[in-house]
C-alpha cells in the first residue's frame, strides 16, 4: 500500500498503515464491549445511581452526559461524594449518579461510584504542579480506546522523539494509537512515515480542504483522545470534526501552569453522520497536556513502542538495562546488522534516559534526524 513508488498517490484523508512485518496473535487488541455495564464488585447502596459518562472536570465540579442520553439531553453537574474517599475522577470515567440528575440550571447530582477503568493515561509529572488535583492525580483520561497522535508535517515540524513517547504511552495502556499529520498541504509524509516503516501503524493524511471522511470513520463509536503540540492544527481539526466545539485556532493554551481550567481534558461529541450508528464517538481534547508520562513504564514495557527493536532482545543477557553503555545489550548489534533503524533505538534510548531523570524533561522530544528548522 505505502511502497515507495507509490508515495505520490497517497490521497490526504485516506487512511493508511505504515508497512512491516508480519501480523500475529500479539498484534490482536481486543477492545472491551461497549454496551458492557460498569462492574461494580459490591452494590450494598445505590441500587438507584444512574449511568453517567464524565466529559470534563472543573475544580471539583464534573459535567457528565448520561449513558443513552442524546446530543440535546441536558449535562448533569455532580460532585463527588465523600464515599469515594481519595478516589479520583477524570474525563472518560463511566460513574454512577444518585441525587438530582435532572441537568436541570442548578441541580446537583452525586457520583457514588466510578467503573472499573479499561484504560488509563497519565501526563507527565511536571505539567500541573500548581493545583492539588495536579499534583494528587496524573490519570488525564479513562477509558480512551484511541490516541490520536497529532503532528504537522511542517511548521512545526515532526518530532519523532514526541510521536515515540505516545506510541509508547498508547502501547502500555493498551490503547490503539493513531498518527494524524496535519498540514499535509505544506511538506510530504516521507520522512516521517519512513521512519516508521518497520511499524504497523495506521496514519491519516490533513490538509485544510480534506474530506475527513476516513478520520471520521475512525473515530466513529470510540473514545478518542488527541495529544500534539501546540501549533500543530489540534483545534482546526476538532473544530472541523464538531463545529459547535468553536476551540480557539491559533492561540497558545496556558500550558500547565495557574489555570487549571486551561490544562484539564473536556470530551466532545462527535457529531451523527452518514454511517455513525447510536454511539457517534468521543473526541478528548487534551490542551495542557504536553506529554504522557513514562515514569512508571518498565524498560521492557517500554519497547511495546519500539515492536521494531523487541525482537532483539531474546540475545540480551538477563535483565539487561538496554542501554548504550550494556555491552552486552544486544540491540546494538541488532542494528549494526541492518535489522532496525539505527535512529529508532537511538529514540528508545533517549526515552530511557528521560525516564531516569537524565536529560531535560522539558526537552521538545526532537530526534537527531528530525528536520530543525521551523521553531
Ligand atoms: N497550512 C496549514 N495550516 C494549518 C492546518 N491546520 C491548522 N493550521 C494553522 O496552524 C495554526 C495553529 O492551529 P491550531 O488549530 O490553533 O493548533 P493547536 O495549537 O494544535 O490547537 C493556525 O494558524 C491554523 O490556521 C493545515 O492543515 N494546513
Ligand atoms: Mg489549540
Redesign the pocket.
Known sequence: MVGDGDRQELRAGDVLATKRREYDEDDVRVRPGRSSRPRTRTRPRHADAVEGFVIAVDRGRYTCVLSGAGPDAPLVTAMRARELGRKSVVVGDRVGLVGDTSGAPGALARIVRIAERTSVLRRTADDDETTAEGRLERVVVANADQLVI?S?LA?PPPRTGFIDRCLVAAYDAGIEPLLCL?????AGPEAVLGYYTELELPYVL???DSDLAALRALLAGRVSVMV??????????VNRLVPEAE???????AIGRGRHTSTSAVALRLPAGPGAGGDTGWIVDTPGVRSFGLAHVSAESLLHGFPDLVEATVDCPANCPHTADEPDCALDAWVAAGKADPRRLASYRRLLASRSGEGDPREPERNPGDPLAGS
Open positions: 497529532v504537522a511548521d496535519t498540514k499535509a498541504d505544506l490533513i490538509r485544510p500534539g503540540h501546540s501549533g500543530v492544527g489540534k483545534s482546526t481539526l476551540r480557539a485556532v491559533g492561540t497558545v493554551s
